[in-house]
């Protein structure tokens, strides 16, 4: 079992920055790649990024490419998803989760953490 913990989202204004944090605990996190998620309301989960286990690749959802970086410090057992210039629609609530496969299908990733809330106003 993997438990993950999202932290830093907030409320910011339109073009600002958030940087969320995903602390993961039981089994080793470096065994597991990391995805981000967000779903808004009314919409379905979408896939926004994800990391490779060492961090030698890296996928992103063309609405954020350019402005979110994922990284992850495997000694520190925590991801991280940096959030900059943001839009009204990036509004939703992020979810890391933890999976065997490098894939954009939430199908894919076995845990989850309890998500945070991002709103970005305009």
């Known amino acids: 079992q993997v438990q993950l913990v999202e932290s830093g989202g907030g409320l910011v204004q339109a073009g600002g920055s958030l940087r969320l944090s995903c602390a993961a605990s039981?089994?080793?996190?470096?065994?597991?790649?990391m995805g981000w998620f967000r779903q808004a309301p009314g919409k379905d989960r979408e896939f926004v990024a994800n990391?490779?286990?060492?961090?030698?690749?890296?996928m992103y959802a063309d609405s954020v490419k350019g402005r979110f970086t994922i990284s992850r410090d495997n000694a520190k057992n925590t991801g991280y998803l940096q959030m900059n210039a943001l839009k009204p629609e990036d509004t939703a609530i992020y979810y890391c989760?933890?999976?065997?496969?490098?894939?954009?299908?939430?199908?894919?990733?076995?845990?989850w953490g309890q998500g945070t809330q991002v709103t970005v106003s305009s």
């Open positions: 990391i490779k286990w060492s961090g030698s690749a890296v």
């Open positions: 039981g089994r080793t996190f470096s065994n597991y790649v």
């Open positions: 989760a933890a999976g065997n496969l490098w894939r954009v299908s939430s199908t894919l990733y076995d845990y």
